[in-house]
């Protein structure tokens, strides 16, 4: 009888893995996420506060859609309001833009590796996901040539990737994502969850039409907990992904913390500046040690190639120096490797001991 019931659900769901009760150990030093090291600043959380003590929580949002905010982005980039969706990250819009476009059968063409969020969500909805492979020995750069090959070839209704690159950290330039935009039969969704900290913007490429920008708050506003994204797409797109958004999609309390960081954005600035320095000073000390290989990095993690020892540096950073970071194994062509959110100074630090303590240096 179980098994009957369990037959309604549409096969993409029932073939993905099963949910796991993780919880983090609050007692690490989480370097694994690519979170901000800094907290929210604390003077503007109390006037996050003193905003909300003056709305009603009894009460629903005061429309669907959290329109206050999506005006404000809208300032922000020179756009007009009818290009941005607002939901509730930029994960539940990769979900929104596969929703609204994935047919049974359809194919979607990525690089790999890349964020395992788009092959996860294709095959929700039962789509068939194709992957570009990224060349280490070139850079991770982006195979523009086999990505439009790909999509041409399998007629794709949908071409995913993350710029800068996750979890690779390398930045793509904006005439080879134009390039490919032009070249493609389909949609080009454009996850720029990184682009504050390589001072990136490709809003430009919306002009021609088939472009899809997914942003979000987690990264350089340091609200990975609140849970606020957005999308920027021309005005006909916009409007489609709208509909599949979910109604109310942020709480008045996500909202009101989006606005206050917008309102901001140069405190926040100035903290991606501290971290863009602690990550540069990070790759060059763990570089300087024999036996490990740093990627370039765009973003606030590190991409770290391990001549051996992977196991007994994770298991000595979280014993010895109480540091998470995360193996990226789940990435085949990056079994060898470690991704590395930067910290704060002291807990750059704790890496770099610990990576010496393993490979010497």
């Not at 002009?207 to 506003?221: A, D, H, P, Q, W």
Request: net charge negative.
């Amino acid at each position: 009888m179980q098994q009957e019931w369990l037959d309604a659900i549409r096969p993409g769901v029932r073939g993905a893995a099963p949910v796991r009760r993780d919880r983090v150990d609050e007692a690490l030093h989480r370097l694994q996420w690519n979170e901000s090291p800094y907290d929210f600043p604390a003077d503007l959380k109390e006037e996050v506060l003193r905003r909300l003590a003056g709305l009603p929580w009894s009460r629903y949002p005061l429309s669907s859609r959290p329109w206050l905010l999506a005006d404000a982005l809208a300032a922000r980039f020179a756009l007009p309001p009818e290009q941005v969706v607002v939901s509730e990250g930029s994960s539940d819009l990769i979900r929104a833009v596969m929703a609204a476009t994935l047919r049974p059968g359809d194919v979607v063409v990525m690089p790999t590796p890349t964020f395992m969020l788009y092959r996860l969500n294709a095959r929700l909805y039962e789509g068939t996901v194709v992957q570009v492979p990224l060349d280490a020995t070139a850079g991770f750069c982006l195979p523009v040539d086999a990505l439009i090959e790909a999509a041409q070839q399998h007629n794709a209704r949908l071409v995913a990737l993350c710029a800068p690159n996750n979890p690779t950290g390398t930045r793509y330039a904006e005439a080879d994502l134009r390039r490919l935009a032009t070249s493609i039969p389909s949609l080009l969704v454009i996850d720029e969850a990184y682009a504050e900290f390589c001072d990136q913007d490709l809003t430009g490429l919306l002009e021609l039409g088939n472009v899809i920008l997914l942003r979000t708050f987690s990264k350089f506003y340091a609200m990975a907990g609140a849970r606020v994204g957005y999308a920027l797409a021309a005005p006909a797109l916009a409007a489609e992904l709208q509909k599949v958004v979910t109604v109310f999609p942020l709480s008045v309390f996500s909202e009101v913390i989006a606005l206050v960081a917008l309102e901001y954005h140069h405190r926040f600035a100035a903290i991606r500046d501290q971290v863009v320095a602690e990550r540069d000073r990070l790759a060059a000390a763990l570089a300087a040690i024999p036996g490990v290989v740093v990627y370039p990095s765009a973003t606030n993690f590190l991409l770290v190639a391990l001549n051996g020892y992977k196991q007994e540096l994770l298991e000595h950073l979280r014993n010895r120096q109480r540091v998470q970071i995360s193996d990226v194994a789940a990435y085949p062509e990056l079994a060898h490797c470690v991704r590395i959110s930067v910290g704060t100074p002291a807990q750059n630090d704790l890496v770099i001991q610990g990576f010496t303590e393993i490979f010497g240096g």
